[in-house]
């Protein structure tokens, strides 16, 4: 069984320094997939970076970069320069196993809160 | 990146009415949808996934007789929420995932819809 632990209650930053949200995953399928989604208030869930589990790099997409640390199975987002726009909850997901209807599972989400 | 649209984005019913869901991909062909729900504050649980011309996958502890899906094309997906209650009241997030080789890991979501039941 797949499980995703985002245990932050909640995360505050200030305007132009960077965060690290964690997020810890088990599986047993050695091929997988990890992905983070931002959620703003007005609730739609906006893809924001994907890290598969045979990737030697780490995922990079402009101002966030994902922290894979396979043998420690932890995948902890970094937004950089941080922005007021970035207040919202983020979400670590994992999909898998692999196959046509592999399932995204998710954590429980961590609240950021920008302050300028 | 892709569009998936959801209608109506926000619906209010009386107890005991049905209510359908739609969700379209807008620029591409989905293979798959999937339904989540989610409650305030809280993560996405996920409710079923369809396949376009099968019946849908429910995961354990949702009813299919009370949640109908209906994946009848490759851009469209309905979720009806039958004799909705106020317990069902919830954020309904649909979601699509792209069968073309080399997009085989883009899932994209909808902007979700909320249902309060009176």
């Known amino acids: 069984a797949q499980k995703i632990t985002q245990t932050q209650p909640g995360m505050f930053v200030q305007e132009k320094e960077a965060v690290t949200l964690d997020c810890t995953y088990d599986?047993?399928?050695?091929?997988?997939?990890l992905f983070w989604y931002k959620q703003p208030s007005s609730g739609e869930m906006i893809f924001l970076i994907y890290?598969?589990?045979?990737?030697?790099q780490n995922a990079t997409e402009g101002r966030y970069s994902l922290n894979f640390q396979k043998a420690r199975k932890s995948a902890n987002l970094v937004i950089s320069a941080s922005q007021l726009g970035d207040s919202a909850m983020y979400f670590c997901?994992?999909?898998?196993?692999?196959?046509?209807?592999?399932?995204?599972?998710f954590g429980k989400g961590i609240t950021l809160s920008v302050r300028p | 990146g892709a569009v998936v649209s959801q209608h109506p984005s926000r619906v209010i019913c009386k107890s005991g009415t049905s209510v359908k869901i739609e969700c379209r991909s807008l620029?591409?062909?989905?293979?798959?949808m999937f339904w989540y729900r989610q409650f305030p504050k809280q993560s996405l649980m996920l409710m079923a996934t369809s396949n376009e011309g099968s019946k849908a996958t429910y995961e354990q502890g949702v009813e299919k007789d009370k949640f109908l899906i209906n994946h009848a094309s490759l851009t469209l997906s309905t979720l009806t929420v039958t004799s909705a209650h106020p317990e069902d009241s919830s954020f309904y997030i649909c979601?699509?995932?792209?069968?073309?080789?080399?997009?085989?890991?883009?899932?994209?979501f909808g902007p979700g819809t909320r249902l309060t039941v009176l």
């Open positions: 620029d591409f062909q989905a293979t798959t």
């Open positions: 890290q598969g589990s045979y990737d030697q």
């Open positions: 599986t047993s399928d050695p091929s997988y997939g």
């Open positions: 997901a994992m999909r898998g196993p692999t196959g046509a209807n592999s399932k995204l599972t």
């Open positions: 979601s699509a995932r792209s069968g073309l080789a080399g997009r085989y890991n883009e899932q994209f």
